[in-house]
């Protein structure tokens, strides 16, 4: 790890309004002159998060005496928006702070907003239903279904497991559960139907809400970031990286994350996660969404759908016929490699 520079870490706190970098992440509301309260970040609750402009902790799971900083170059590595100290210095000394988007600071004397994603109930009930849908794609009779859609799609058990994958019938329609998680916690259940007589794909758990899919896979070295838009082209990518190491022991594979936006939407999440990436690879559905996250993260790299037989194929179309692993190859091959 590299040394801590006591002037820079000094710098980066007293440069950080911590009550604006935290109101980027959760609502706060005014608790008293200087200080502001609201849902934890990590682990919800309604004002067990407490801020001021220069120190921050949470009653439950970041107490004050804990024996560890609570100063912003602690609160960007403690919510993970960097590995180590070193990290995160240079994060709040670049100008991804002031860009970041901002939720709203309630300062009235109201009790705070809770995102339901945030409430104790939810989260248990999320956490349960994604369980039960995974033991049921992987273990049970009435998963056959699920494990079929992912047959025809060339994803095996093995990836759909790592990826927390699940079956359910939802709204009495077979569907594939896809749940979103970060740090352990649910953010999002997403329901991609396998059949539906209207032809709607998806529909999500209400309350969800969708930032980085695949984000407790990443973070491994904070390298290479490859983008995708939709949920099975990430996991058509990650497997078919799996596999193409260990047919060629590409040393570049193993510094790759993989990680979906959902939609055009949401793409401000994946801006703000392509920050930590010394290199990033942006491959959407539609050229535009492309062309717009290239905008937004300089230096990216653009990945455009081939066309075979006059159809563009996306990550999971490829993977099917088996030439997903090549395309990534190309992509990925170091300069000068052979």
């Known amino acids: 790890m590299d040394k801590i520079d006591p002037e820079?870490?000094?710098?980066?706190?007293?440069?950080?309004?911590?009550?604006?970098?935290?109101?980027?992440?959760?609502?706060?509301?005014?608790?008293?002159?200087?200080?502001?309260?609201?849902?934890?970040?990590?682990?919800g609750g309604h004002d067990r998060f407490h801020v001021t402009a220069d120190k921050f902790f949470c009653r439950q799971c970041f107490p004050l005496g804990n024996g560890k900083p609570h100063d912003a170059v602690e609160f960007v590595r403690w919510l993970g928006m960097a590995p180590d100290y070193v990290s995160?210095?240079?994060?709040?000394?670049?100008?991804?702070?002031?860009s970041m988007p901002r939720i709203r600071?309630?300062?009235?004397?109201?009790p705070p907003g809770t995102a339901p994603w945030q409430d104790e109930g939810w989260q248990r009930s999320a956490q349960e239903e994604a369980r039960e849908a995974a033991e049921r794609l992987l273990?049970?009779?009435?998963?056959?279904?699920?494990?079929?859609?992912?047959?025809?799609?060339?994803?095996t058990l093995e990836v759909a497991a790592a990826w927390g994958l699940g079956y359910a019938v939802n709204n009495?329609?077979?569907?594939?559960v896809i749940p979103w998680t970060g740090g352990g916690i649910v953010k999002a259940v997403q329901y991609r139907y396998i059949s539906h007589p209207q032809g709607q794909r998806f529909t999500a758990r209400p309350g969800s809400k969708r930032t980085?899919?695949?984000?407790?896979?990443?973070?491994?070295?904070?390298?290479?970031?490859?983008?995708?838009?939709?949920?099975?082209?990430?996991?058509s990518i990650w497997q078919a990286l799996a596999e193409l190491y260990q047919e060629r022991h590409i040393a570049a594979l193993l510094t790759t994350d993989v990680a979906s936006f959902g939609s055009e939407g949401n793409l401000e999440h994946a801006v703000m996660l392509s920050r930590r990436y010394r290199q990033v690879l942006v491959w959407a559905d539609?050229?535009?969404?492309?062309?717009?996250?290239?905008?937004?993260?300089?230096?990216?790299?653009?990945?455009?759908?081939?066309?075979?037989d006059g159809k563009e194929l996306d990550a999971n179309a490829l993977l099917k016929i088996g030439k997903l692993p090549e395309l990534l190859a190309r992509k990925l091959r170091p300069e000068g490699a052979p």
């Open 8 to 43: 820079k870490l000094k710098e980066a706190n007293e440069r950080t309004d911590l009550c604006d970098l935290a109101g980027r992440h959760i609502t706060l509301k005014r608790e008293s002159k200087g200080e502001l309260s609201g849902p934890c970040p990590k682990c």
């Open 172 to 176: 009495g329609h077979p569907s594939l």
């Open 105 to 110: 600071r309630d300062t009235s004397d109201t």
């Open 88 to 98: 995160a210095i240079a994060y709040l000394a670049g100008a991804c702070v002031a």
């Open 212 to 235: 980085i899919f695949g984000a407790d896979l990443i973070g491994r070295t904070w390298d290479t970031l490859f983008l995708c838009e939709g949920e099975l082209n990430a996991v």
């Open 139 to 155: 273990c049970h009779a009435d998963g056959y279904t699920g494990r079929e859609y992912l047959a025809e799609r060339g994803i």
């Open 286 to 308: 539609r050229e535009e969404i492309t062309r717009r996250a290239l905008d937004d993260i300089p230096g990216a790299v653009g990945i455009r759908s081939p066309l075979i």
